[in-house]
C-alpha cells in the first residue's frame, strides 16, 4: 500500500509533464498556423498597394508579362548602416490559365544604403521569363548569378525604355510607404521548409507547389484572389515565352 502511495504522486508529476509538453507543442502549432496567416494577407495588401501606388505605380504592361512573383513584406535589417536584410514571404507562379499554390519563401540579402537596423522594407520581385522560373523552380536562386534582376519601370516616368523587357527579374520597393532603390544582387530566395510544412500539413517540394500539382489551401484565398486581380490570368500564349 505504501508502494502505490509513494508512486503515485511520481505518476502525476509525469503526467503533468506530458500535459505541458502536449500544451505547449499546441500553442506552437497554433503561433506558426497564425504567422503564415498572416504573411499570406499582409502580402496581399503589400502586393495590392504597391501595385496602385498613386506616386509610382506598376505600368499596367508588365503585369501581364509576369510569369512568377515573389512578395517580401516587411524585411529587416539587423545591422546598423550598410546592413543585410532578411524577411518571409511568398511566391507563386502561372500555371494553365491560373496561378499556383503560394510556396512560402526565405529571403536574404538587398542592400539600400544607410538605414537604421529595424527599418522595414516592403519587397516584390517578378519573374518575367523561363528562365527566371527555373532559377525560382531550384528551390534557391541568388540574384545577379547568371540571371538578371533590375528595378522595374513605373507608370508615373514615361519612357520609351523597353529594356526591362529583357530583364529576367523586376523588382519594386518601399520603406514608410515611399518607394527605395535596393540592391537584390547576391541577394538569395530559399524555400521556407517549416513554413511550408505548417502551410499543407507536410513538406512539399518548391517545385510540386509551383508547378500547380498542389491544390491551394483555404487561407491562400484572399492572397491569390489579389494576384488574380492585378496580375490577370494566365494565358496560353504567355505559358510558352
Keep these: 500500500m505504501k508502494s502505490n502511495s509513494r508512486s503515485l504522486p511520481r505518476y502525476l508529476v509525469s503526467l503533468g509533464l506530458v500535459l505541458l509538453t502536449m500544451a505547449s507543442l499546441s500553442l506552437g502549432a497554433q503561433k506558426h498556423e497564425t504567422d503564415i496567416r ?3 494577407d499582409a502580402s496581399a495588401v503589400v502586393l495590392g498597394q504597391l501595385i496602385t501606388a498613386p506616386d509610382r505605380p506598376i505600368p499596367k504592361q508588365v503585369l501581364p508579362e509576369a510569369r512568377c512573383i515573389v512578395v517580401v513584406p516587411s524585411m529587416v535589417s539587423f545591422a546598423l548602416g550598410i546592413g543585410v ?6 511566391a507563386t507562379c502561372r500555371v494553365a490559365k491560373d496561378w499556383s499554390a503560394p510556396a512560402p519563401v526565405a529571403f ?3 542592400s539600400v544604403g544607410f538605414q537604421m537596423g529595424g527599418e522595414k522594407i516592403d519587397l ?3 519573374g518575367m521569363n523561363q528562365s527566371a522560373i527555373e532559377r525560382l523552380l531550384s528551390s534557391k536562386f541568388k540574384a545577379g ?9 513605373v507608370a508615373s516616368e514615361p519612357s520609351t525604355d523597353i529594356q526591362w523587357r529583357n530583364a529576367d527579374i523586376l523588382s519594386y520597393s518601399r520603406s514608410h510607404g515611399h518607394f527605395v532603390g535596393i540592391n537584390l544582387k547576391g541577394s538569395a530566395v530559399k524555400q521556407d521548409k517549416d ?3 505548417t502551410l499543407y500539413g507536410r513538406y512539399i517540394p518548391f517545385v510540386s507547389i509551383l508547378d500547380g500539382k498542389v491544390h491551394p489551401p483555404a487561407v491562400s484565398v484572399a492572397f491569390l484572389a489579389t494576384v488574380r486581380k492585378y496580375m490577370g490570368d494566365a494565358s496560353p500564349n504567355r505559358q510558352g515565352k
Excluded at 85 to 90: A, C, H, S
Excluded at 145 to 153: E, Q, V
Design 38 to 40: 498572416e504573411r499570406l
Design 124 to 126: 516584390i520581385m517578378i
Design 145 to 153: 548569378k547568371n540571371i538578371s534582376i533590375m528595378a522595374g519601370p
Design 108 to 110: 536574404t540579402g538587398g
Design 195 to 197: 513554413a511550408t510544412v
Design 85 to 90: 536584410r532578411r524577411g518571409k514571404g511568398v
